[in-house]
């Protein structure tokens, strides 16, 4: 079982700024941040392969920064001048084969959530 331990969701104003973190338990080639709000579906925020290449919703470029650390097998978001939209339940996600596109439906691994929510 492949665990992914996410953490540094909290809750801020609008124009603030946060950081969260995924540790994974190994080699991963691709890693990602997902995220949810309530009666929406699951949205893909940001992905990271190996090798650096890296992948932004419209919504979220030039605000979020995802970087990885992969001799600690450690995933980052970090995201500033938040806004009450990017209110939601944020996922780390992972995979261990190569993927030209670290697409959602690429992922096998995810972790548990962490809630970031965002007043105005």
């Known amino acids: 079982q492949v665990q992914l331990v996410e953490s540094g969701g909290d809750s801020v104003q609008a124009g603030g700024s946060l950081r969260l973190s995924c540790a994974a338990p190994?080699?991963?080639?691709?890693m990602g941040w997902f995220r949810q709000a309530p009666g929406k579906e699951r949205q893909r925020v940001a992905t990271i392969a190996r090798d650096g290449i890296v992948w932004y919703t419209d919504s979220v470029k030039g605000r979020f920064t995802i970087s990885r650390d992969n001799a600690k097998n450690t995933l980052y978001l970090q995201m500033n001048s938040l806004k009450p939209e990017d209110t939601a339940m944020y996922y780390c996600a992972a995979e261990r084969r190569y993927s030209s596109t670290c697409s959602i439906q690429d992922f096998a691994y995810w972790g548990q959530g962490t809630q970031v929510t965002v007043s105005s």
């Open positions: 190994g080699y991963m080639y691709c």
